[in-house]
């Protein structure tokens, strides 16, 4: 992908932006508290990333680590922030993965972003596209990402900018 990013990004020129960086998003704070919200919802209370002490004391990684599926859910809320609103789309739908590698635990505490390329756009009938992006998301001053993943990101086209 292009270490820069476009910010015009629009659905009628969307083939124009294949292979080029969309956006990085801000950057989010994976606490303790995240962490604990999300076992609770998921029903992964693996001590790994909800007992404090015990991975303190045991974890490779001196402490507790964010689930990779909480790295993975942060794909849609950074998408929506990166290129879904501000082009205007009023309708996306996380329509699959088509790739997705952990790279690094994510540490309670630490700061992480997701930075968006896209892959490719292909027509799905007369009122839909559907975009390919990489998604990068990156863990402050680490220098390896936490995660990589292709997601497919379907849109309604003509929705942009209230038409």
């Not at 292979?19 to 790994?48: K, M, N, P, Y």
């Not at 009122?127 to 863990?139: A, D």
Request: glycine content about 10%.
């Amino acid at each position: 992908m292009s270490a820069l990013a476009h910010p015009t990004f629009n659905l009628a020129d969307s083939g124009s932006f294949v292979g080029r960086e969309l956006g990085v998003s801000e950057w989010i704070t994976i606490d303790q508290g995240r962490i604990d919200q999300f076992a609770a919802c998921t029903g992964d209370h693996q001590w790994l990333h909800v007992d404090v002490e015990r991975s303190r004391r045991e974890s490779p990684y001196g402490g507790p680590i964010a689930h990779g599926f909480l790295t993975l859910s942060l794909l849609a809320p950074t998408a929506l922030d990166v290129f879904i609103r501000p082009a205007g789309i009023k309708q996306a739908f996380n329509y699959g993965l088509e790739r997705v590698r952990f790279i690094t635990p994510v540490k309670a505490g630490a700061r992480v972003r997701n930075r968006i390329g896209l892959l490719s756009v292909e027509e799905r009938g007369a009122e839909h596209l559907l975009l390919r992006t990489e998604n990068k998301i990156e863990i402050e001053a680490e220098e390896k990402p936490a995660m990589l993943a292709v997601a497919l990101v379907l849109v309604e086209r003509g929705n942009e900018n209230g038409r």
